[in-house]
């Protein structure tokens, strides 16, 4: 049986693969640094956090629109699990 972060995890993933190629080659651990990836510029980063939102009905509040805390794969994960509705 999956989790609720195991769940979300995998739809994150799944996300990030589709517009940056070098993660659907080479998945990222949920701690890797994700501006290690050439691709997880300032405008990758954008358009992650506009379809996290969207995707997990999640608002980010512009106080938290800060870089370290969608970095990583699990930071992202950690986030959404904790302001799902």
């Known amino acids: 049986?999956?989790?609720?972060?195991?769940?979300?995890?995998?739809?994150?993933?799944?996300?990030?693969?589709?517009?940056?190629p070098e993660i659907a080659q080479d998945p990222p651990s949920e701690d890797k640094d994700l501006r290690?990836?050439?691709?997880?510029?300032?405008?990758?980063?954008l358009e992650v956090l506009v379809w996290l939102e969207s995707e997990f009905a999640v608002t980010i509040p512009d106080e938290d629109l800060v870089v370290d805390h969608f970095s990583?794969?699990?930071?992202?994960?950690?986030?959404?699990?904790?302001?799902?509705?």
């Open 1 to 20: 049986m999956t989790t609720d972060r195991q769940q979300i995890a995998g739809v994150i993933l799944d996300r990030l693969g589709k517009f940056m």
């Open 36 to 45: 290690d990836y050439a691709s997880f510029d300032s405008l990758g980063l």
């Open 72 to 85: 990583t794969m699990g930071r992202m994960v950690d986030y959404v699990a904790s302001r799902r509705p």
